[in-house]
């Protein structure tokens, strides 16, 4: 059978070849419409989209014969990854392409803001011949801090060092044996506010580096400070910041991306003469556009040909004879992940899957990547998938094990998730199933207790003393937040410690009151999908 393949948006020649010399037919219809993808979406094997078009729920409902949508590009807001997988179609994106890119543009940004480039240019179209106004700096010899040291951090760190700066890195997540191979001082964000002459961030934007950067943090940098954000609007507090450009706090700021975009006509970054600004276009150069179209065409040829599957957001290489074991397994593996890195900030040295029970002596490489997805989605600078989960983590200088043993606990299948950290100190929780639909987190470091793995939790330890549940359900109550399970586990050492599951959204206020209760040690907050 031929496939045939459906380029609903702008793709390179070179990347449609890629079809045709793999004997597919492709149709390259860049201005079709949403409607008439929706009337023709049944003829097609494959489909290849990129910002224009929406893979959306009603579209993948008449797609009886799609075994893949391939985003040539990272984001995938305009897929419904749901729908798509209640219909058993791969989505797949390209992760990589644009890695290059974005350091680049992010080393321009920090020229241009040191040396005034735009502000040059724009005097000289003018007419004039303006010298003076235009007094830049040098960033040789100058301190760079760059939070976040994912592959784009990484990439920045390597062409910078090569103008002769010192570098200043933050990443809680990777040991500082990788920040000295990388050349990098670790500090803490504080450290690099106060002693960076640039600082460029990298991180992904999650509810723990929303407004990284606020008004405190700029309150304590140099007054000739330059600050480049080319990652996620929201990491920098933009009041905060305009704030510091309009006071003179900082000597500058470049930003290619916003809260909201487009940015109105009329912002005050439009305006400032101490700001460069452009329009997300961090990822936008022909090479990158040519690398991502090229590789989602040979994604799907291998997955259409029965090959490999590679950058998939939704693909599990189980078989299909064991998914119904592995499958909710994989799910539990995922949520314990992702509760460790919510639950215990560190720098992760290992990462370790133990297995024991009879349903666990199988393959457990997918419940183990399921673990490793869950712990690396909350802090990866883009999608986090089967494929590139344990790659994301080695390259953060964590190894990651996988052991089984025969000894009788007591469940009588158990999944543990232990994590160490570079003190050495450790982390691990255990979880379990009742049954397919009952998963159970049944170990928490030192403390047994019986928590549903699902939506937002609240987590504490208090001295196990009378009084500390009611204190802490009046509290939530006064604040609208029901509760809809709890669990608890204490130990001979006086301890104790509290699981909720809660409704509603939960604020950083919140778990501020909660600190302040008595006898309460502290409060996590971990969101679980």
């Not at 702008?10 to 070849?17: F, I, V």
């Not at 064991?322 to 992702?338: H, I, S």
């Amino acid at each position: 059978m031929t496939h045939k393949i459906l380029v609903s948006d702008k793709l390179s020649e070179d990347g449609l070849a890629v079809f045709t010399n793999a004997g597919f037919e492709v149709d390259h219809l860049p201005e079709i419409t949403q409607d008439e993808i929706k009337e023709c979406i049944g003829e097609y094997s494959a489909w290849v989209i990129r910002s224009r078009s929406r893979a959306t729920a009603d579209i993948i409902e008449n797609a009886t014969k799609l075994q893949v949508i391939g985003r040539a590009g990272v984001g995938i807001d305009n897929v419904d990854t749901v729908a798509a997988t209640q219909r058993g179609i791969i989505v797949m994106n390209t992760p990589g392409g644009n890695t290059t890119s974005t350091a680049e543009h992010t080393i321009s940004m920090l020229l241009s803001l040191a040396r005034k480039i735009p502000q040059a240019y724009i005097s000289m179209t003018e007419g004039k011949w303006d010298k003076k106004s235009f007094m830049g700096v040098e960033v040789y010899g100058k301190t760079l801090g760059v939070m976040g040291l994912g592959r784009i951090g990484q990439e920045v760190v390597r062409r910078m060092k090569s103008f002769g700066m010192q570098v200043l890195g933050y990443d809680p997540f990777i040991p500082d044996d990788r920040m000295r191979q990388l050349g990098v001082e670790s500090c803490t964000v504080d450290e690099i506010c106060e002693r960076a002459d640039f600082i460029t961030v990298h991180t992904p934007l999650s509810p723990e580096t929303k407004d990284l950067i606020n008004a405190a943090r700029l309150s304590k940098m140099k007054k000739t400070v330059r600050i480049v954000n080319c990652a996620r609007g929201g990491i920098i507090n933009e009041d905060d910041l305009l704030v510091a450009l309009k006071s003179g706090q900082i000597a500058g700021a470049a930003l290619d991306v916003f809260m909201s975009e487009p940015i109105p006509a009329d912002s005050d970054f439009r305006k400032l003469p101490n700001v460069v600004v452009t329009p997300h276009i961090a990822a936008s150069t022909v090479e990158a556009q040519e690398n991502v179209a090229i590789e989602v065409a040979n994604q799907i040829v291998d997955v259409l040909k029965g090959g490999v599957v590679r950058n998939a957001l939704n693909a599990v290489s189980v078989d299909p004879e064991l998914l119904p074991v592995v499958g909710p397994w994989m799910d539990l593996a995922d949520k314990m992940g992702a509760f460790l890195t919510q639950f215990r900030a560190g720098k992760a040295v290992k990462l370790t899957c133990r297995y024991s029970g009879p349903q666990l002596d199988i393959s457990t490489s997918a419940i183990t990547t399921a673990a490793v997805q869950g712990f690396v989605r909350p802090i990866a600078e883009g999608p986090v998938n089967f494929v590139n989960a344990r790659q994301i983590v080695r390259d953060r200088g964590v190894e990651i094990i996988e052991t089984h043993h025969s000894e009788v606990y007591q469940y009588e299948n158990l999944c543990t998730v232990e994590v160490e950290y570079e003190d050495g100190s450790l982390a691990y929780i255990s979880g379990t199933m009742f049954t397919s639909k009952h998963p159970r987190i049944v170990i928490l470091n030192d403390k047994h207790i019986d928590a549903v793995p699902e939506g937002t939790l609240i987590v504490l330890e208090n001295n196990d003393v009378p009084g500390i549940i009611g204190r802490v359900g009046t509290a939530l109550g006064a604040n609208n937040i029901n509760i809809g399970q709890m669990t608890w586990g204490r130990t001979d050492e006086g301890t104790a410690m509290t699981v909720i599951n809660v409704d509603g959204a939960v604020d950083d206020g919140i778990i501020e009151k909660l600190t302040e209760l008595p006898d309460i040690k502290w409060v996590k907050l971990v969101r679980l999908s």
